[in-house]
């Protein structure tokens, strides 16, 4: 039997990010499918493993609704605005495995700022790592009984508009 993690993010964004990185994040967080073909030659849009080809175009869209998401009160997935981008998701391990990897490396690289950003959460487990980011990039660190600091799921609830669908 597989699991499946939840993953909650809050990124402060460059501000000199480049309007492709504009372009692609506005589509990546849309709520209606629409032509879009990204220019951002970086590995999580250019190489992935086999029948993961697409996953960038659906894995924060409000749109892509995924099992398990629809029993949770939040009015969208991810939000994009001005310079900060905010995500709650839930995906299955191979998603996890063969796409978060890329994902983050890339969210790392057009974010701005350090510290606390995110979790993860392994719902099969009940085990949650906290993100941070640091100078060299993402670093995890796990957590007891899944105390993910209140405060930052709050502020993802309210960017979100909802609450998340697993219990602490």
């Known amino acids: 039997m597989g699991t499946a993690f939840e993953i909650g993010l809050i990124l ?12 692609t994040l506005a589509y990546m967080t849309r709520s209606e499918d629409y032509g879009f073909q990204t ?12 029948g993961f080809d697409k996953e960038w175009r659906i894995i924060i869209a409000n749109n892509h609704i995924r099992s398990g998401e629809e029993c949770t009160s939040q009015i969208r997935r991810s939000i994009f605005c001005s310079y900060q981008l905010c995500f709650r998701i839930l995906i299955d391990e191979n998603t996890y495995y063969n796409i978060w990897p890329t994902f983050s490396d890339w969210l790392f690289s057009i974010s701005n700022g350090e510290g606390l950003a995110g979790y993860i959460l392994n719902v099969s487990y009940m085990e949650a790592e906290l993100i941070f980011l640091e100078e060299n990039g993402l670093t995890l660190q796990a957590v007891e ?12 609830d309210e960017l979100l508009g909802g609450t998340r669908c697993v219990d602490l």
């Open 39 to 50: 220019r951002l030659d970086d590995p999580f849009f250019t190489e992935y493993e086999q």
């Open 12 to 23: 402060s964004l460059q501000p000199e990010l480049t309007g492709e990185d504009r372009e």
């Open 145 to 156: 009984n899944c105390r993910i600091p209140k405060s930052l799921l709050h502020s993802i």
